[in-house]
């Protein structure tokens, strides 16, 4: 079937906007997990799913940013009051539990001017 | 709290030569080790984990439980090995099973 899906592929927003970030993991996966990759700081883990349980959120670096995961399928990462600094891409991934092998999507750009 | 140290940003080799990207990590129980690779313009994939202990494109990692090391080896690389790897944690089972990422280092291969 179809992999880790996200959209857009590429966002630009003027600072102050918010925006949303859309993630489509494997059917049936039910971890899931969202990570920022910029240069110099490699993949910077932002939020974790798994299951039913509270997700873990010790990787947001801010109160502007949260994520939700509806059903247990698809999941949005929202950014409030976009500062420059948020620029990077977002990247969503899915396993089945949480240790084993982690699919990717192709991300999502994200610009703030 | 899980941890993963990649030394070293970058690795630039000649073709044929040795290579050996280092991956150092911190937990209290038993983790598994994961080597992910992202090539260019490609998703980041899985290239190999330490339970399989197999050899993907000649790659081999061999977990060293006492210097706390999973490093990534290959005896002869090849310019297609060109990438960026990132070595990962996971603590296992329950809320410790997320996935941890190192820095990540860049290896580039020159003919």
């Known amino acids: 079937g179809a992999g880790v899906s996200q959209s857009p592929s590429n966002k630009v927003t003027e600072k102050g906007k918010d925006v949303e970030l859309r993630c489509d993991p494997i059917?049936?996966?039910?971890?899931l997990y969202w990570y920022r990759q910029s240069l110099g700081q490699g993949l910077e883990f932002l939020i974790y799913?798994?299951?039913?349980?509270?997700?873990?959120k010790s990787g947001l670096p801010s109160d502007r940013f949260s994520a939700e995961r509806t059903g247990g399928s698809v999941s949005t990462l929202t950014i409030q009051r976009t500062q420059q600094e948020d620029s990077a891409v977002y990247l969503c991934?899915?396993?089945?539990?949480?240790?084993?092998?982690?699919?990717f999507g192709q991300g999502t750009r994200l610009t703030v001017v | 709290a899980q941890r993963v140290t990649q030394p070293e940003k970058l690795l630039s080799v000649f073709k044929g030569a040795p290579v050996e990207l280092k991956c150092n990590y911190s937990?209290?129980?038993?983790?598994?080790l994961f080597w992910y690779v992202q090539y260019s313009r490609q998703r980041l994939q899985l290239l190999l984990r330490?339970?399989s202990r197999e050899s993907i494109k000649g790659f081999t990692a061999d977990l060293n439980k006492g210097e706390t090391s999973f490093h990534l080896k290959k005896p002869f690389a090849q310019e297609e090995d060109s990438a960026m790897y990132y070595c990962?944690?996971?603590?296992?089972?329950?809320?410790?099973?997320?996935?941890?990422f190192g820095k990540g280092i860049t290896l580039s291969v020159r003919p």
């Open positions: 991934a899915s396993s089945f539990i949480g240790n084993t092998e982690a699919f």
């Open positions: 059917s049936g996966h039910t971890a």
């Open positions: 799913f798994q299951g039913n349980s509270a997700p873990d």
């Open positions: 937990y209290s129980g038993s983790p598994e």
């Open positions: 330490h339970i």
């Open positions: 990962a944690l996971s603590g296992g089972a329950g809320a410790n099973s997320k996935l941890t």
